[in-house]
Nanobody, 115 residues
Framework: QVQLVESGGGLVQPGGSLRLACAAS????????MNWYRQAPGKPRELVAT???????NYADSVKGRFTISRDNAKNMVYMQINSLKPEDTANYYC?????????WGKGTLVTVSS
């Protein structure tokens, strides 16, 4: 059974930081591209950051320079360090594992940026 479990969300003030984590099980983690998506209330889900199986990274323009995605294949973990948080970063953040023909999702972790 495939499971992706996110953690690390919470309430943070503007300018603050959080580190999101996603624990994967039931998949051969190292062969998957891993993604973080987010969905704000009333908005579509958007791709925030990608780290490929080769550890190549890519970011949405809105988060470049503030968010950093990383992975630990030995622990089946993917992380996202998020800095300089803004109110518009408020959203549910979802971990996604993608391989051609296969796509798995976690249930999300809520990040709220508010003073």
């Amino acid at each position: 059974q495939v499971q992706l479990v996110e953690s690390g969300g919470g309430l943070v003030q503007p300018g603050g930081s959080l580190r999101l984590a996603c624990a994967a099980s039931g998949i051969t983690f190292s062969v998957y591209d891993m993604n973080w998506y987010r969905q704000a209330p009333g908005k579509p889900r958007e791709l925030v950051a990608t780290i490929t199986r080769a550890s190549t990274t890519n970011y949405a323009d809105s988060v470049k320079g503030r968010f950093t995605i990383s992975r630990d294949n030995a622990k089946n973990m993917v992380y996202m360090q998020i800095n300089s948080l803004k109110p518009e970063d408020t959203a549910n953040y979802y971990c996604n594992a993608h391989l051609v023909g296969m796509n798995y999702w976690g249930k999300g972790t809520l990040v709220t940026v508010s003073s």
